[in-house]
T-cell receptor, first 110, second 114 residues
Framework: SQTIHQWPATLVQPVGSPLSLECTVE??????LYWYRQAAGRGLQLLFY??????ISSEVPQNLSASRPQDRQFILSSKKLLLSDSGFYLC?????????FGQGTRLTVV | KQEVTQIPAALSVPEGENLVLNCSFT??????LQWFRQDPGKGLTSLLL?????REQTSGRLNASLDKSSGRSTLYIAASQPGDSATYLC?????????????FGQGTILTVHP
């Protein structure tokens, strides 16, 4: 069966520190992968998506970047975190037009 | 640009009631519409997926309808239970070069009390 993993589950980072969040998918190949952010008081917003290794599209200008070094691995990064980067980050993939989400990472920038 | 609105923002009902959650969208050219459940601090669980050519989907006590022409979807929950308490999100899926991208509503926070 296909599963999606995200880690870490929670993270507290100081302003200006780097960030790396990882998402991996099992049981499938060449999935479309997506990073969403859910900020307090706001809905889920698509940040990045990838249709294959090394192929990244950004949806909104921001302090974050994404990479896809392997077929089933999607990484969200930042060189220097801002307070506004705090939120709940969710990775997703699409199978037969249906989207499935990981358990998310709660990021608090202090 | 697609905009998705969910009404009501919050709903509190006694156990056993049938209830309806509403979702509206501005661009009828959707590829599909998906309903999710989110428990506090958790990821999203897919409940129902309706393709653009379909009118409704059912799973157990859940029934979702889609009316593309009016830009509306409803999620019907029958015989609600305390375990149904969660945030319910609807999301419109795009097709073509935007395949898989979802635009979410703000969600409806449902509380079912015993």
């Amino acid at each position: 069966s296909q599963t999606i993993h995200q880690w870490p589950a929670t993270l507290v980072q100081p302003v200006g520190s780097p960030l790396s969040l990882e998402c991996t998918v099992e049981g499938t190949s060449n999935p479309n992968l997506y990073w969403y952010r859910q900020a307090a008081g706001r809905g889920l917003q698509l940040l990045f998506y990838s249709v294959g290794i090394g192929q990244i599209s950004s949806e909104v200008p921001q302090n974050l970047s994404a990479s896809r070094p392997q077929d089933r691995q999607f990484i969200l990064s930042s060189k220097k975190l801002l307070l506004s980067d705090s939120g709940f980050y969710l990775c997703a993939w699409v199978r037969n037009t249906e989207a499935f989400f990981g358990q998310g990472t709660r990021l608090t920038v202090v | 640009k697609q905009e998705v609105t969910q009404i009501p923002a919050a709903l509190s009902v006694p156990e056993g009631e049938n209830l309806v959650l509403n979702c509206s969208f501005t661009d009828s050219a959707i590829y599909n519409l998906q309903w999710f459940r989110q428990d506090p601090g958790k990821g999203l669980t897919s409940l129902l997926l309706i393709q653009s050519s379909q009118r409704e989907q059912t799973s157990g006590r859940l029934n979702a309808s889609l009316d593309k022409s009016s830009g509306r979807s409803t999620l019907y929950i029958a015989a609600s239970q305390p375990g149904d308490s969660a945030t319910y999100l609807c999301a419109c899926g795009a097709g073509g070069t935007s395949y898989g991208k979802l635009t979410f509503g703000q969600g409806t926070i449902l509380t079912v009390h015993p």
